[in-house]
């Protein structure tokens, strides 16, 4: 049986990838941003996903205006890196997995999420920015990756709850799966950002950090949220952290935060980081001493690869 | 009493921005499709060699008031005629600017002094809640209360 094992989030600024494009990793300016991530690349070389669903969305490379899907899943082999105008970024096409997406997408339009379906599509940075902050800049992706476009551009994006309902039906999906198969999904964007109009530069450092809160342990609440109150308290594009809120669906109720990391700003963004995961029966290690003494044994298990990986704040 | 034409929005009432909705979407199809086609190389050259003509040529169902906005460079007026954000940055890449010197033209900056608050940690949601204050006010009541002699002045 296929399973989620964690689920992580990732803001997908265009910046960052352009400093990896352009070898500006090393200036202090985004050292700060990448240092942030060197515990999540050993993270996921340990956890070692077969798969990865990514939800992201399009930022008029795929989609223009004439088609503007709520939930585009991509059911193809391959997807072709996108020219987004200055020529498509240097890293590598990245593979699907036709046929886990083909059985998500009979699932969940079943469950009646009516889905988009995509046998050809390009991926731009919203989708290859956050593979490069998990795994480096490889030649080739270490594992195939499924991806889930959700329209954040156009008003209205979903519904948190909406969202996260989705992800429930993922997970369903996923669990119904008859191969062996260990499955990270990726929410991406935000945080808090504006980048459009007069009140352009916004960032709202509090909201983020009760997000990240609530988005391990209360995610109900984000549910909750209307559109309104992310584009007033976290900028009219931080909206598009609905789709944090599907990864989290994707997820049991009780996880493990394994790590955390925040830094203002990436170009105009707040960057905000987190790891989550299921606590498996499969792993042998408890999660801390603390979880041990008031949790069941089965209950305080998680994969052995989160031990090392402190939850830190900066 | 009259129905009204538009139907009030409540994010109107968020200062200096204009929601991309599906009535922006529709109005500034023709502007976002200009964009679009900046994506081309070649169509980048021939847009820069003549902007008129090149619009009026491709993209003859811009109104005027679109068109004005984009040879002017006008950003802000073009998100209040439809345009997105994400489409007008890639006129914005055609004139060779990094993304900051178009934040500060729709801010009214510099893009040293647009740079130098982000680094500061950004604008302050702060009194850029609502144009008629309601949210602010709203938020201070359910925040927990700050004493007198720790409040900021702005």
Sequence with gaps: ?314 | MAAKTIAEKDYDDIPGTYVFDADRSRRGFHLNMFCMSLLKAENRKAFKDNEAKYLDERFSLLTPEQREAILKRQYNRMLELGGNIYFTAKLGATDGHPFQHLAALMTGSTQQDYADLMLRGGRPVEGNRSKSGKADKLKAATSKPVSKGNKRRG
């Design chain 1, 1 to 314: 049986m296929a399973r989620i094992v964690a689920g992580v989030t990732s803001s997908h600024v265009p910046a960052i990838g352009a400093a990896i494009d352009n070898h500006r990793t090393g200036e202090p300016y985004w050292q700060r941003v990448f240092e942030g991530f060197e515990r999540s690349k050993e993270w996921i070389a340990k956890v070692k996903p077969d798969v990865c669903i990514v939800v992201y969305n399009d930022h008029a490379s795929a989609f223009s205006v004439e088609m503007i899907p709520t939930f585009a899943l991509g059911t193809a082999a391959e997807f072709p890196i996108a020219d987004e105008g200055w020529g498509p970024r240097p890293v590598p096409a990245v593979q699907g997995h036709p046929e886990l997406a083909a059985h998500i997408a009979q699932s969940v339009i079943l469950d009646e999420f009516d889905l988009t379906l995509c046998n050809k599509m390009e991926v731009d940075h919203g989708l290859t920015v956050p593979l490069n902050l998990m795994f480096g800049t490889p030649k080739q992706w270490p594992c195939p990756v499924i991806p889930l476009a959700v329209n954040v551009v156009m008003y209205p994006p979903p519904t948190g709850h909406r969202c996260f309902m989705l992800g429930r039906a993922i997970k369903k999906a996923i669990e119904s799966y008859p191969k062996d198969l260990k499955v990270v999904i990726f929410g991406t964007g935000g945080m808090s950002h504006q980048i459009s109009g007069q009140r352009a530069g916004l960032i709202n450092s509090k909201f983020d950090h009760a997000f990240l809160d609530n988005l391990t342990k209360n995610p109900k609440k984000l549910t909750r949220m209307p559109h309104l109150e992310y584009m007033r308290e976290a900028g009219a594009e931080g909206v598009e952290m609905v789709m944090w809120l599907i990864m989290r669906g994707a997820l049991d109720d009780n996880v493990d935060e394994v790590y955390r990391f925040y830094t203002v700003p990436a170009s105009n963004t707040a960057v905000g980081h987190i790891i989550l995961a299921n606590r498996t029966k499969a792993s042998k290690k408890p999660a801390s001493k603390k979880a041990v003494a008031r949790k069941p044994a089965t209950k305080i298990k998680r994969a052995a690869a989160g031990q090392k990986i402190q939850r830190i704040r900066s």
